[in-house]
T-cell receptor, first 113, second 112 residues
């Protein structure tokens, strides 16, 4: 049982480049989330989705885009990378109708130089 | 006022000591109160949760929720070096309102 899988694990981007962080889950969860974690700042919600075809902004959506074409996949797109987007990104998923425990991936460590 | 406040200061304790962590919150709609544990360079994992007010014990871990004061706590008894991790509180309104609000996390180091 793979749970939530994120790729890549590490990436270095140059300012202005774009990339997509991949996230897939095999638990048939309705809800999926993208968080970023900066040192001493906890987890900040970027975007979330309550089901295929439905996405919504979280606390810090600027500079990011998402799509949810299937239940399993929830990619996060960074357009025009900036140094402020240097962070660790976590994808998570949860059931809609059970205990709202979020299952997290292992994270993507992104550096923008 | 932020939804969830957790003083992010690091905590170093000797092995066997009691670790006490806490969070305060402002949203009265929160019903589920959780503690996540995050080891270095890993994703957070749910440690334990409490529904509404009260205490919950799981081995060496005790979670307490006081909804009247909007205050939650996590206690770790007989702390072990393997408990060294970052502990994040999280809360949510529950079914149909699954968005989790996280605290900033406390880094705990248990010194052998």
């Amino acid at each position: 049982n793979a749970g939530v899988t994120q790729t890549p694990k590490f990436r270095i981007l140059k300012i202005g480049q774009s990339m997509t962080l991949q996230c897939t889950q095999d638990m048939n969860h309705n809800y999926m989330y993208w968080y970023r974690q900066d040192p001493g700042m906890g987890l900040k919600l970027i975007y979330y989705s309550v089901g295929a075809g439905i996405t919504d902004k979280g606390e810090v959506p600027n500079g990011y885009n998402v799509s949810r074409s299937t239940t399993e996949d929830f990619p996060l797109r960074l357009e025009l990378a900036a140094p402020s987007q240097t962070s660790v990104y976590f994808c998570a998923s949860s059931y809609a109708t059970q205990l709202p425990e979020a299952f997290f991936g292992q994270g993507t460590r992104l550096t923008v130089v | 006022q932020k939804e969830v406040e957790q003083d992010p200061g690091p905590l170093s304790v000797p092995e066997g000591a009691i670790v006490s962590l806490n969070c305060t919150y402002s949203n009265s709609a929160f019903q589920y109160f959780m503690w996540y544990r995050q080891y270095s360079r890993k994703g957070p994992e749910l440690l334990m949760y409490t529904y509404s007010s009260g205490n919950k014990e799981d081995g060496r871990f005790t979670a307490q929720v006081d909804k009247s004061s909007k205050y939650i706590s996590l206690f770790i008894r007989d702390s072990q070096p393997s408990d060294s991790a970052t502990y994040l509180c999280a809360m949510t309104g529950g079914y149909g309102n699954n968005r989790l609000a996280f605290g900033k996390g406390n880094q705990v180091v248990v010194i052998p």
